[in-house]
Antibody, heavy 117, light 107 residues
Framework: EVQLVESGGGLAKPGGSLRLSCAASGFNFSIYSMNWVRQAPGKGLEWVSF????????FYTDSVKGRFTISRDNAKRSLYLHMNSLRAEDTAIYYCARLVAVGIDYWGPGTPVTVAS | ETTLTQSPAFMSATPGDKVNISCKAS??????LNWYQQKPGQAAIFIIQ???TLVPGTPPRFSGSGYGTDFSLTINDIESGDAAYYFC?????????FGQGTKLEIK
């Protein structure tokens, strides 16, 4: 059974940092591209970042470029999102999602991030 | 970037009803549209791919239709367990974008 489980969310101050993790199981993690997607309170979902299977290509939504870094460790079957210079508008539930040819097929339950002083 | 306009934002239904949720794209996305179901605190579930193909395990009460810019999700014979948040995703062009979602309440 495919499972994605996020962790690392919590409360951070503006300008602070957090590192989100996503533990993958039930599939060959090393051959799949992965994404982070977020949903701010009362808003729709927003794609945040992409990484391909071998970490040779990464992409970010404009609002997080230069502040967030996506990475992965295929040996540990883990995906990460390093978030620096956090802003109030980064407050959201962050989801890890697996990418296939027809889009996203599996999601994690999410980890909440709150940025407030 | 493709904008997906999903409606309604909220709907209430009675068991046995038929409901329709609309997702309109700001540009032609062929059939590169998926639908998902999400219940509070749980991972979203992939229910329909490529606009109209049921993902294995999705009950046949669910169906999808559309092509180009206009898409819809239909749920027939609504059950109490269908209460959830439903959203669409386009994967025709990058960045992938999402509809604003529909919260379905069962009376």
């Amino acid at each position: 059974e495919v499972q994605l489980v996020e962790s690392g969310g919590g409360l951070a101050k503006p300008g602070g940092s957090l590192r989100l993790s996503c533990a993958a199981s039930g599939f060959n993690f090393s051959i799949y591209s992965m994404n982070w997607v977020r949903q701010a309170p009362g808003k729709g979902l927003e794609w945040v970042s992409f990484i391909n299977s071998i970490s040779s290509h990464t992409f970010y939504t404009d609002s997080v470029k230069g502040r967030f870094t996506i990475s992965r460790d295929n040996a540990k079957r883990s995906l990460y999102l390093h978030m620096n210079s956090l802003r109030a508008e980064d407050t959201a539930i962050y989801y890890c999602a697996r990418l296939v040819a027809v889009g996203i097929d599996y999601w994690g339950p999410g980890t909440p991030v709150t940025v407030a002083s | 970037e493709t904008t997906l306009t999903q409606s309604p934002a909220f709907m209430s239904a009675t068991p046995g009803d038929k409901v329709n949720i609309s997702c309109k794209a700001s540009q032609d996305i062929d059939d590169d549209l998926n639908w998902y179901q999400q219940k509070p605190g749980q991972a979203a579930i992939f229910i329909i791919q490529e606009a109209s193909t049921l993902v294995p395990g999705t009950p046949p009460r669910f169906s999808g239709s559309g092509y180009g810019t206009d898409f819809s999700l239909t749920i027939n014979d609504i059950e109490s367990g269908d209460a959830a948040y439903y959203f669409c995703l386009q994967h025709d062009n990058f960045p992938y974008t999402f509809g604003q979602g529909t919260k379905l309440e069962i009376k």
